[in-house]
């Protein structure tokens, strides 16, 4: 079946530094990735929808400036938290559909727990 | 705008017992889909069963189960013969393919606990 890789698993950085998650659709291509945040014992919550080759649409509420997404290829999509603090902290995942394939179809990456000192 | 909601935040059954989530959500919308996911303590989101808005019959894998009410908008999961490696927390989800480029919606989530 179709897999999505997500890297890093796991991150701890100072505040005040950047950290760029990726995640890659391996054997198929995507033409829309979505990011999700999840705090403790909470839901995922959407952050934000990236087309390949088009700007990422925010939910409201989430900096975009805080939280950079670049989806350059139909194969990868990056987010980046700029100067992260100790809030920022939590597990971020990204799911994507597959070009032509359902569209009730998404393929979730395994997440990156991030943890700002 | 659409809503999920998971009323029980915790549950448990015995091993080999049956248990039922709930979930309801709330759309004016005809045509849509609904999800069950798992998340294990790996956190990898895992697929459970889903469900066109379209089809009136329940869909079904395995000891996984659904009681589709579209009138009364509720979603609910039926596990049977539960096993030990059914712990986890299950999210119901919903995703309308015409809104906002089909992005998928959550639940607060169940905690589910099952006992040996």
């Known amino acids: 079946g179709a897999v999505v890789s997500q890297h890093p698993s796991w991150v701890i950085c100072k505040s005040g530094t950047s950290v760029k998650i990726e995640c890659r659709s391996l054997?198929?291509?995507?033409?829309?990735m979505f990011w999700y945040r999840q705090f403790p014992k909470q839901s995922l919550m959407l952050m934000a929808t990236?087309?390949?080759?088009?700007?990422?649409?925010?939910e409201q509420g989430v900096e975009k400036d805080k939280f950079l997404i670049n989806h350059a290829s139909l194969t990868l999509s990056t987010l980046t938290v700029t100067s992260a603090h100790p809030e920022d902290s939590s597990f971020y995942i990204c799911?994507?559909?597959?070009?032509?394939?359902?569209?009730?179809?998404?393929?979730f990456g395994s997440g990156t727990q991030l943890s700002v000192l | 705008a659409q809503t999920v909601t998971q009323s029980q935040p915790e549950m448990s059954v015995q091993e080999a017992e049956t248990v039922t989530l709930s979930c309801t959500y709330d759309?004016?919308?005809?045509?849509?889909?609904l999800f069950w996911y798992k998340q294990p303590p790996s956190r990898q989101m895992i697929l459970v069963i889903r469900?066109?808005?379209?089809?009136?019959q329940n869909a079904t894998e395995n000891r996984f189960s659904v009681n589709f009410q579209k009138a009364a908008k509720s979603f609910s999961l039926k596990i049977s013969d539960s096993q030990l490696g059914d712990t986890a927390m299950y999210f119901c989800?919903?995703?309308?393919?015409?809104?906002?480029?089909?992005?998928?919606?959550f639940g607060a989530g169940t905690r589910l606990t099952v006992k040996p």
């Open positions: 054997d198929f291509q995507a033409t829309t």
């Open positions: 799911s994507a559909r597959e070009v032509g394939g359902p569209n009730e179809k998404l393929f």
């Open positions: 469900q066109e808005a379209y089809k009136q």
């Open positions: 759309t004016s919308e005809s045509n849509y889909y």
């Open positions: 990236s087309n390949e080759g088009s700007k990422a649409t925010y």
């Open positions: 989800a919903f995703m309308n393919p015409l809104y906002n480029n089909n992005d998928m919606r």
